[in-house]
């Protein structure tokens, strides 16, 4: 299965603190993204980085990307409490002109106020 | 603008009933995706539609799930004789080409009693 993994599955800080999670895949891919899911809504994009990009930014949010450990890493600094959400890594197949995205099975990141 | 909308937002059915659960996409949206998820856990894949053609049902868990895509927009997620384990969000997405992120729906809610 090419389902990522996230790390850990959860994550509990205090605001203004820094929360770091892991993902890891199987095989080889054309981009990977992160997701963002509120408790009972959809998904929400974040970020995508290429397979040839090493690191990213978006406003708090840095990813980076490891092809040859297979792993990415979503760091969001200054949390704040709008941050608990579960956060998700998907990935394509790597194939050209493949679309379907597997999904991780998150982390649960908690910020108390 | 409008998102992805999924309806109905909640559905309660009983073990055996066949159940529709229909999707309308961001209007041009070429792809459009089907994912299940289970309580806290992760998305599973299930279906993938680019235009009106599947070219990957892959993750359909049994031929008991069908979906269709008609004129290149709405699509409907058909489970036939419904089983406990079926209890789950079924989130559509859809997204405006290859490799370009997605767009959620909130999800149908399916409870089978």
């Known amino acids: 299965s090419q389902q990522g993994e996230e790390d850990p599955q959860a994550l509990s800080i205090q605001e203004g603190e820094n929360a770091t999670m892991n993902c890891s895949y199987k095989t080889s891919i054309n981009n990977l993204q992160w997701y963002r899911q509120n408790s009972g809504r959809g998904l929400v994009h974040l970020i995508l980085?290429?397979?040839?990009?090493r690191e990213k930014h978006s406003g708090r949010l840095r990813v980076t990307l490891d092809t040859s450990k297979k792993s990415s890493s979503l760091l969001i600094t200054a949390s704040r409490a709008a941050d608990t959400a579960s956060y998700f890594c998907a990935t394509d197949a790597g194939r050209a002109g493949a679309n379907n995205l597997f999904f991780g099975t998150g982390t649960r990141l908690t910020v108390i106020p | 603008g409008a998102g992805v909308s999924q309806s109905p937002s909640n559905k309660v059915t009983e073990k055996g009933k066949d159940v529709e659960l229909r999707c309308d996409p961001i209007s041009g949206h070429t792809a459009l995706y089907w994912y299940r998820q289970s309580l806290g856990q992760g998305l599973e894949f299930l279906i993938y539609f680019q235009g009106n053609s599947a070219p990957d049902k892959s993750g359909l868990p049994s031929d008991r799930f069908s979906a269709e895509r008609t004129g290149g927009s709405v699509s409907t997620l058909t489970i036939q004789r419904t089983q406990q384990e079926d209890s789950a969000v079924y989130l559509c997405?859809?997204?405006?080409?290859?490799?370009?992120?997605?767009?959620f729906g909130n999800g149908t809610r399916l409870t089978v009693t």
């Open positions: 980085i290429r397979s040839n990009e």
């Open positions: 997405a859809s997204s405006p080409f290859l490799e370009s992120p997605l767009h």
